[in-house]
């Protein structure tokens, strides 16, 4: 994915004639959502301060590290899962799930997703690989968990993209019925034969498997605590230790 984005650097950053010719008059370059049609849906050029994601045909916002706002979605435990971490990015693409299930795009916001693209439509999906539909709705509970990880999405906020010295974090748990996530601590899921796995670390505070009802059998690694602030505002929230027995 990080090369796909670095096409999207160069293309954008260059003149118009670098950007395929779409066939769309550039003084009709209409708004997708928050953001400008550009590549094969417009042939201007994006602005200093964005990437065009061609995959997508809009302007994105320039991550502050490259490969930052781009998604790898798996349900398998492979380290290679890429969530986003902005507050209310979904990953986006207009490509079907591979062979193995797995899906991969371009993280974008709410507002974009919520935009209908008849003539050149893009899908979003939660974490969990489930169709945005119309969206998470509004969350106005209590944004608790450890400060490090909490809770995340909406009101909540987003995750950190880097903690120094450790994993990525990534929001994850919205979906169709819940507007808030947790932020996960790694990108690897976790289950009865993995509960916790290579994401422990002796220096840090207690961590557990969140299972949603969604996937009952394969979960995220995140906070203990953070778990536990999460399953006190939703129903059908478990969170295993280590053992994979159920916190009380």
């Given at each position: 994915?990080?090369?796909?984005l670095?096409i999207?650097l160069?293309g954008?950053?260059?003149?118009t ?5 779409s066939?769309?008059d550039g003084g ?7 953001w400008?049609?550009?590549g094969?849906?417009?042939d201007?050029?994006?602005?200093d301060?964005?990437v ?5 045909g809009?302007?994105?916002p320039a991550?502050?590290?490259?490969g930052?706002d ?5 349900r ?15 990953c986006?693409?207009?490509?079907a ?16 997703c919520?935009?209908?693209l ?5 899908t979003?999906?939660?974490a969990?690989g ?6 998470p ?8 968990g ?22 990525f974090?990534?929001?994850?748990g ?43 059998d ?10 536990l602030a999460?399953r006190?505002?939703f129903?059908g929230?478990?969170?295993r ?8």
């Amino acid at each position: 994915m990080r090369w796909l984005l670095a096409i999207g650097l160069v293309g954008c950053s260059t003149a118009t004639e670098q950007v395929p010719d779409s066939g769309v008059d550039g003084g009709s370059c209409e708004l997708v959502g928050p953001w400008r049609a550009c590549g094969v849906r417009c042939d201007q050029g994006c602005d200093d301060d964005s990437v065009c994601a061609f995959e997508l045909g809009v302007c994105a916002p320039a991550p502050a590290e490259l490969g930052m706002d781009t998604c790898v979605i798996r349900r398998d435990f492979d380290t290679t899962n890429h969530y986003c971490y902005g507050n209310d990015r979904f990953c986006a693409t207009t490509a079907a799930p591979n062979d193995d299930g797995s899906r991969s795009g371009t993280c974008v916001p709410r507002a974009a997703c919520e935009v209908s693209l008849a003539e050149f439509p893009f899908t979003c999906f939660y974490a969990d690989g489930a169709d945005f539909g119309r969206g998470p709705p509004a969350f106005d509970g209590e944004c608790g968990g450890e400060e490090e990880a909490s809770m995340c999405g909406g009101r909540c906020g987003g995750c950190e993209p880097v903690v120094r010295g450790r994993e990525f974090q990534f929001c994850v748990g919205v979906s169709s019925t819940r507007g808030a996530g947790v932020c996960a601590v790694s990108p690897r899921r976790c289950d009865l034969r993995y509960p916790i796995g290579d994401a422990r670390f002796s220096d840090t505070p207690e961590r557990g498997c969140l299972l949603t009802p969604e996937e009952p059998d394969v979960g995220w690694v995140v906070l203990m605590e953070t778990c536990l602030a999460y399953r006190a505002q939703f129903d059908g929230i478990e969170c295993r230790d280590e053992s994979w027995r159920i916190e009380p």
